[in-house]
């Protein structure tokens, strides 16, 4: 199941442009499909006797394999004009959906057949979910670390195909052997303490909706985790494997036989944890560097889950009700998923769901049941009037006051150990702090716009630099997550100043300026607008084409409240929405003059807008003498690795220059940029010009050629 999960989500990517929010899509997707295996496993070890069971799987199991070998259909294309993700389900569903289906009823099917067999073991068979997981696990992390950087995706496919084959073959094989074991399952429920069982281990309600919130916090804690990560701490590639690993591990403890010794201890360091977690990670996160910070939440994280997990594994039922059991926690793992995906994206403008979650951990601590409410809401619900007040007069307190009160539920986290026996009273007191520092960070950052969409968290900032003069002025900047995508400054005759990585002084600028007397009436397109800074160099006779796979960018770049480069310098231009890739596939050939590639610089790199395919695309949509500028400044990953070797395969001139500058005007930033040609003339002039540091691209011979087949993260990473 974990090398179907990301195989098939790698295959899908390039179709909604490498968004990270296609796995946290594919995430809800596979949770589902769990839900109705595990549903269909407890229909069918709860209605029929074992012989009827192994009939109809074997059916079942025997249908699936139509499906194979796994493929996407011909001619797909996303929708560009609202939110993809029912699209992307419906892809799953179509492609995997029968397969992943029968994967996923094996774990409870397996296990219930086994505690029918009369081995030893078969009383507690649940050590066989810790088995599971451990197995999980294992292909989780051999994915992006093996399989991926050694085998295409085609051949995955196939591989994949062979040993689900092998799967089926296996599963068949256990039923034929419970069918000659065993006569059939009533005899096993007619045993000698089969009345005594129905009388200790009947379900109540109560016991049922333990179990989903048990299981259902750690799921949305997992995607929240997962997204908080990528959009506050940092946008580092394959970050979401951690959190996941961590989520598999817990499973695999509580339920091991080490279980016991386990727990108390969880409970104990889930409180100490708490305080450095709260007071620095939400309230202060600036004291620590970016790597101490993660730590601290994958810490928080793990004791949470472990906790929540902890108390699940406590409660298991006996074998009796295993499979409602399993039924009930894949539904709570369904509905966090869906929370997270279709809920939190359209009621909260930033990952909230996460702060959510740790409170509501924080509830499930043994001792709910037993605390008097009344008594020990007091303090928390005085600390939330005082906090309403600080956070509605925010706008004419002064900057100390807030200060002040920030130090205040500093003290306050480090109070909150003191209530580590009563879950109510700390999880209150938890959920002041946490989000009365959210609001106080959200007033202190002068956040102007923020917004959610499928592809991640957009916001307009509004911040002061000193300028040229030593005076204070004030800009705006467009961040995606963590990572900034343009500013502009406010002054008017500065407003169509082309600053960070486009600035004049730097590789983009020097281009435009070398080719400025040639270039009146190029056509030029270009993939990824951010804030629209790129159009400053347009000129009345030009064309440009502009690419943005997120309908939200160019709702923001288009709003003169926030940017403006699109209403003084868009004379001639036209927007297209959708993959960039899909979009250029369908323009005329030799249409471009020059083609700039600005869509790496965020953690979420689509990677099919680097393979040799995409490469032989931009050069048919290129004139002969046409150029190509890729924008490759990356905190994380060398791209100009996988571009030199496209370079060297398809015969071409490259220049690249890595520009740091200095003692340059505000905002002008350090920016790498690499141009590509057909020939080597059509560079010359820039190699050889005294505006920049261009040199040759150099040679990697380590590097494995990225196709459309192949492409790997970690080859490449810093």
């Known amino acids: 199941m974990f090398i179907l999960q990301p195989m098939f989500g790698k295959t899908l990517l390039p179709f909604l442009g490498g968004a990270p929010a296609v796995w946290n899509t594919c995430m809800v997707f596979y949770q589902t499909l769990l839900f109705l295996g595990y549903l269909y496993a407890h229909f069918l070890s709860s209605r029929l006797n074992q012989q009827h069971q192994i009939q109809i799987h074997a059916v079942v199991i025997t249908i699936s394999l139509l499906a194979l070998p796994l493929a996407l259909p011909e001619h797909i294309i996303p929708p560009t004009d609202n939110d993809p993700t029912l699209w992307l389900m419906a892809m799953l569903l179509m492609t995997i959906g029968l397969p992943f289906f029968i994967v996923t009823t094996t774990s409870p099917l397996l296990q219930k057949w086994f505690a029918e067999t009369g081995h030893h073991t078969s009383n507690d068979p649940y050590y066989l979910y810790a088995a599971s997981n451990a197995g999980s696990m294992i292909a989780l992390l051999s994915y992006p670390f093996l399989i991926e950087p050694n085998i295409g995706l085609m051949d995955q496919s196939s591989i994949w195909s062979l040993a689900y084959g092998l799967l089926c073959v296996l599963v068949v094989s256990c039923g034929i052997t419970l069918w000659y074991r065993q006569k059939s399952s009533l005899n096993i429920a007619l045993s000698g303490e089969s009345s005594t069982v129905d009388s200790v281990t009947e379900l109540s309600w109560k016991t049922k909706l333990h179990w989903l919130v048990l299981a259902l916090v750690p799921s949305s804690l997992l995607l929240g985790l997962t997204n908080f990560i990528s959009t506050d701490i940092a946008s580092a590639p394959l970050l979401w494997i951690i959190p996941l690993v961590l989520y598999l591990l817990t499973f695999i403890l509580v339920f091991s036989k080490w279980a016991d010794k386990i727990h108390p201890v969880m409970l104990a360091v889930q409180a100490v944890v708490l305080l450095p977690f709260i007071a620095f990670c939400f309230v202060d996160p ?25 108390e699940l594994a406590k409660h298991r039922p006996h074998t009796q009700h295993l499979t409602t059991f399993y039924l009930i926690m894949s539904f709570a793992g369904m509905l966090g998923g869906m929370f997270n995906t279709f809920v939190a994206p359209f009621i909260f403008n930033a990952v909230y769901e996460y702060p959510i979650m740790i409170v509501a951990a924080l509830m499930l601590r043994p001792g709910i049941i037993t605390q008097n409410l009344g008594k020990h809401i007091l303090f928390p619900t005085l600390l939330l009037c005082s906090g309403m007040g600080i956070y509605l007069f925010s706008d004419s307190l002064s900057q100390t006051i807030i200060y002040s009160a920030t130090n205040v539920l500093i003290l306050l986290a480090g109070f909150s150990y003191t209530f580590r026996s009563q879950p109510i009273t700390l999880a209150l007191l938890t959920a002041v702090i946490l989000f009365f520092t959210l609001g106080i960070q959200h007033l202190m950052s002068n956040i102007l716009h923020q917004q959610r969409s499928f592809f991640g968290v957009l916001s307009v900032r509004e911040s002061v630099l000193m300028n040229e003069n030593n005076r204070p002025e004030r800009y705006h900047e467009l961040f995606h997550g963590t990572t900034k995508h343009g500013a502009q400054r406010l002054a008017t005759q500065l407003q169509t100043t082309p600053l960070t990585y486009y600035s004049r002084p730097g590789p983009i600028g020097q281009l435009f300026k070398l080719f400025d007397s040639q270039n009146n009436d190029w056509e030029i397109g270009a993939v990824g607008l951010g804030a629209g800074t790129l159009l400053c160099y347009a000129k009345p006779q030009q064309h440009w084409t502009l690419y943005e796979i997120d309908p939200l960018v160019i709702e923001v770049a288009e709003n003169p409240k926030y940017f403006s480069y699109l209403k003084h310098c868009s004379q001639n231009s036209t927007t297209v929405v959708g993959d960039a890739r899909l979009s250029l596939a369908n323009e005329k050939d030799q249409h471009f003059d020059l083609l700039i590639m600005d869509a790496f610089s965020s953690d979420s790199v689509p990677t099919h807008l680097l393979t040799r395919e995409a490469m032989a695309l931009y050069f048919a949509k290129l004139k002969p003498n046409g150029i190509l500028a890729f924008h ?87």
């Open 632 to 718: 490759i400044t990356n905190r994380h990953l060398e791209i100009k690795k996988v571009i030199s070797d496209h370079a060297s395969h398809l015969k071409l001139s490259a220049l690249i220059q890595e520009y740091k500058p200095q003692k340059q005007p505000p905002l002008v930033i350090a920016a790498d940029w690499v141009v590509m040609a057909r020939k080597p003339e059509t560079l010359n002039t820039l190699a050889q010009s005294r505006l920049g540091n261009w040199q040759k691209l150099p040679l990697y011979f380590n590097i494995k050629p990225w196709t459309d087949d192949f492409t790997n993260i970690i080859g490449i990473w810093k």
């Open 286 to 310: 600036a004291a620590l560097p970016f790597w101490l910070n993660l730590t601290i939440h994958l810490i928080a994280f793990f004791l949470a889950v472990m906790v929540c997990h902890g």
